[in-house]
């Protein structure tokens, strides 16, 4: 074969190398966006959106902003806010739920471990969290009085002062609807609290190790979570 004829053929599989080379990262970086966008609740086309506001002002105003209030502070309408508002608390809710769920297991695991030594820096964050909580997050079971009677005692001063709100979590309803219904009913404060929009009611199932009832924990703002009782 000629020189001239090596040549082409080499610039030929040199471009179909080249080419096949861009097909795989663009594959690679759309599978990529399309796992991100799923991770946020979103579709592809929001992400892409999403991906465009933070390459204009926004980026600049908020760099680092996550996908759904970077999409929520820039909706043209008030379907697109409302449904990335209620994106925005479902996702906020389910963090804070695993949050509090390893802070649980961490203190859990402390006592466990080492009984006898005291936490450098616990007391210290309690009063930071007594003097100004976030959320709070108040750890019940359904056939312990003590809690209702704590319930009733705190619910509305902690709504007073966490900045976000109060979650009761109710152990031992089996993720039961109709259990935990039943055990709201019977408790007018928290009724009240639900009523007012500034508490909710979960199961707690991820709270069963927990040894003894209630257990009251505060976000300070720092976003740590810190027991108090």
Request: proline letters at 3%; one cysteine or more.
């Amino acid at each position: 074969m000629r020189p001239i004829a090596w040549m082409l053929l080499a610039i030929a599989v040199t471009s179909q190398a080249s080419n096949a080379r861009k097909t795989e990262i663009i594959e690679t970086e759309a599978t990529a966006s399309a796992e991100a966008a799923r991770v946020w609740g979103l579709s592809d086309q929001e992400w892409r959106k999403y991906l465009q506001v933070m390459s204009d002002q926004r980026g600049i105003w908020s760099p680092g902003l996550d996908p759904i209030t970077a999409l929520g502070v820039s909706a043209d309408t008030a379907a697109e806010r409302k449904r990335y508002a209620e994106l925005y608390v479902r996702t906020e809710f389910e963090r804070t739920r695993k949050e509090l769920a390893f802070q649980l297991a961490v203190d859990n695991a402390w006592a466990r471990l080492y009984p006898e030594t005291p936490r450098i820096g616990t007391r210290a964050a309690a009063k930071v969290a007594l003097q100004g909580a976030s959320r709070y997050a108040l750890i019940v079971s359904p056939d312990c009085g003590e809690c209702t009677e704590l319930l009733e005692q705190r619910i509305d001063s902690m709504m007073t002062e966490a900045t976000e709100g109060v979650d009761v979590h109710v152990v031992g309803t089996g993720n039961d609807d109709e259990v935990l219904r039943r055990w709201v009913a019977a408790q007018p404060a928290l009724i009240a609290a639900l009523k007012s929009g500034r508490a909710t009611v979960n199961h707690g199932n991820q709270f069963r190790d927990l040894s003894q009832f209630p257990a009251i924990y505060s976000k300070t703002g720092s976003g740590q979570w810190v027991r108090e009782l």
